[in-house]
């Protein structure tokens, strides 16, 4: 690209001073590029260096360690005479101009502005003649002698001779005042401090890498990543310990499958009820691994083999990749390098669950939290909307640093701007690999890879989530069953998410997001699903809740209470929440062609008696009337209202009361 030349009246101006830390001024920063002498182009990631990268604020903090991308860098690392010019969108009075320089800062040699009128005007304000390596680490500030008007544009030259190596430059920044214009860490407004912990050394060893620390939902189990060292005869691990209050327990391998000899093994999420495992990589049949994530489900005190994930159009260039699965396990967020909408290295994307094992194609997160760096370990806290990531493509501490943002909306490309987590956590050297639990309390996280915890503050906590836990049991024997949990948002009818009761105990874990109300319930061959609701509309904090859900066996004689089935208050009309339960009895009814149900309608004590027995029949009248016309045969239902007569709770109480105001039905016939 050449620049256009046009007549212009020059005029030498001006004087320059280097930044000093304090308030900023207001700023406007270039917003685009109209011409420039070369760029370096990085095959491996094209978009790293080009001149694009100048635009916005500044994406780091300046240092002469090494060059980054994000920044505008000259082909050559001497090339002699390079330079750059940019535009911004407002036409302006400027009394400075801000020039940062990413790295090996000193070769500028002159800084020119251009007005914008018709008849152009060029003022060189800025001129060294000799440029030579600068170690102060600011940004160049030039002043004229008198505010210019009417600044449109701003060209920067350098000569890459005078500074031995690349020189970049970052961003560009005018403004109406002298006051400095900083480059400034994206901290939380209130900053609390917490020292972070650093795990026992019997679990940060010092012979191997600690990576990827994914602590279980409930807090009780921390899974990592050993990196053994090369020649060691293993390449990379997968290992847990157990969690009580502040103890670690010895940690363990977990073993094969999911541990491979001489292969990468890492494990990059575990649901909340503690039997689904995200994995990195493809597990092949003859023992080797590949590019790709895999599924692995508990089996027992072990798990199965990892199944492979099919992700529509998947690409990943690089040669590493990261992903996290979210708590409702429809979700999966990933860093990747692909052709599409690549910013420059690895980016943050989006894929959303099709089927068991089927995903949508990636869609890229957008600029907000995309760079022309690598974007690496993601985490999708409980809540589904608050992501926690690692970056070195804004202003930081150091190599890479962790950050935490907000999603808007349900685009999922609309997010708040990238906080850092803070001096606390990130540090100079590699901070990375990021998990909470559902509570948000604690987060652990790697640090020059080592293993650390840290209690969080709560600007940077997700927002609160409810804690369901159980046991899954027979109705009728009370024994423990093995099954899918699935659970629903009442309010939109939408599938909220799925989780497994463990094989060996029926217990179970699911993650609410508060402001919804839920129905779920297990699913098992031979038996019908007793549904379940709950509502965290009101719920401001954490809060674990204890819920137990049965399965009825399929038999004659066996009763059923419709949980979620929902009526305007005093009548007999249905609310559009209790669509999916009755869904469920449609689907037994169905499978079961010759089955025949009594369904009986139930109301507390309050109020006329004569009109409650009248309701309860109505109400039972109601749902057969749903299943009627759905298709099942009118003289497979029979009804009967009770009223007040079959209390099983206490109408002293509304709690009580809730429990008497319900639906069942009996299996008569089979």
């Not at 994995?279 to 590019?291: H, L, P, R, T």
């Not at 869904?583 to 009594?598: A, G, R, W, Y």
Request: charged content about 20%.
């Amino acid at each position: 690209m050449k620049f256009n030349n046009l007549t212009l009246k020059i005029l030498l101006v001006g004087s320059f001073a280097f930044f000093s830390k304090s308030i900023s001024a207001q700023v406007q920063w270039a917003n685009k590029v109209t011409g420039y002498s070369s760029y370096f182009n990085y095959d491996k990631y094209p978009k790293a260096f080009i001149p694009e990268q100048v635009l916005g604020e500044p994406s780091m903090l300046i240092s002469n360690k090494a060059p980054k991308a994000c920044a505008w860098t000259s082909s050559a690392s001497n090339g002699g005479t390079e330079w750059i010019q940019v535009e911004f969108a407002t036409p302006q009075t400027v009394a400075q101009i801000a020039i940062f320089e990413g790295f090996n800062l000193g070769a500028i040699t002159e800084v020119w502005a251009y007005t914008s009128a018709a008849e152009p005007m060029a003022y060189k304000v800025f001129e060294n003649a000799s440029p030579s390596k600068r170690e102060d680490l600011e940004p160049l500030r030039v002043f004229p002698n008198t505010p210019l008007k009417n600044i449109n544009s701003v060209k920067v030259v350098l000569n890459t001779s005078a500074v031995g190596g690349y020189n970049t430059i970052d961003a560009i920044g005018i403004s109406s005042d002298a006051s400095p214009l900083t480059v400034s860490i994206n901290l939380p407004k209130e900053l609390e401090r917490h020292t972070a912990e650093k795990l026992p050394d019997y679990i940060n060893t010092s012979e191997e890498r600690h990576l990827l620390p994914v602590v279980t939902p409930d807090g009780k189990r921390l899974y990592y990543t050993l990196d053994y060292p090369k020649g060691d005869g293993r390449d990379q691990d997968i290992w847990y310990a157990d969690i009580e209050e502040s103890t670690f327990s010895q940690p363990h391998s977990i073993g094969e499958p999911l541990n491979k000899a001489e292969a990468n093994s890492s494990l990059a999420s575990i649901t909340p009820d503690g039997q689904t495992a995200l994995v990195i990589n493809v597990y092949n049949a003859d023992g080797s691994v590949s590019k790709g994530i895999s599924i692995s489900k508990k089996q027992g005190e072990g798990w199965r083999f990892p199944i492979k994930q099919e992700i529509e159009d998947f690409e990943n260039k690089s040669d590493y990749g990261e992903y996290c699965l979210s708590n409702d396990q429809q979700v999966m967020v990933m860093t990747v390098y692909r052709s599409d909408v690549s910013y420059g290295n690895k980016d943050l994307y989006v894929s959303f669950r099709k089927d068991a094992n089927q995903w949508t194609k990636p869609l890229n997160l957008g600029p907000m939290l995309n760079t022309a760096a690598s974007e690496i370990s993601p985490f999708l806290a409980a809540d589904g909307k608050t992501l926690y990531f690692a970056t070195s493509g804004f202003p930081s501490y150091g190599n890479s640093d962790i950050f935490v943002t907000k999603r808007l909306d349900n685009t999922w490309t609309n997010w708040t701007k990238p906080v850092n987590m803070g001096p606390d956590i990130n540090t100079a050297s590699f901070d990375a690999y990021y998990s909470l639990t559902a509570s948000g309390d604690y987060a652990y996280f790697s640090s020059e890879h080592q293993l650390y915890r840290i209690r969080l503050t709560e600007e940077v906590k997700p927002e609160p989530v409810v804690l369901v836990k159980g046991f899954v049991r027979d109705k009728k024997t009370n024994k423990p069953l093995s099954t899918e949990i699935t659970y629903n948002n009442l309010n939109t009818h939408a599938k909220a998410g799925i989780a497994n009761s463990d094989s060996l105990t029926g217990y179970y874990e699911i993650v609410l997001p508060f402001g919804e109300t839920y129905g779920f319930y297990a699913e098992k061959r031979g038996y019908y699903a007793i549904q379940d609701n709950l509502s965290v509309e009101k719920i401001n904090e954490y809060t674990e809740i204890q819920r137990d859900l049965y399965l009825a066996p399929v038999e004659v004689g066996v009763s059923v209470t419709l949980n979620n089935i929902f009526f305007y208050q005093g009548k007999a009309e249905l609310l559009p929440t209790s669509f999916p339960e009755l869904d469920k009895l449609l689907e037994l009814m169905t499978t079961h062609k010759t089955m025949s149900i009594k369904i009986d309608g139930h109301t507390d004590n309050q109020g006329n008696q004569a009109l409650n027995l009248r309701l309860s029949n109505d109400r039972a009248a109601k749902i057969k009337m749903y299943l009627v016309e759905k298709g099942v045969a009118s003289d497979r239902i029979a009804i009967q209202g009770y009223g007040s007569s079959k209390p099983v709770g206490d109408n002293r109480n509304e709690e009580g009361r809730k429990k008497n105001r319900r639906v069942e039905f009996t299996i008569t016939k089979i």
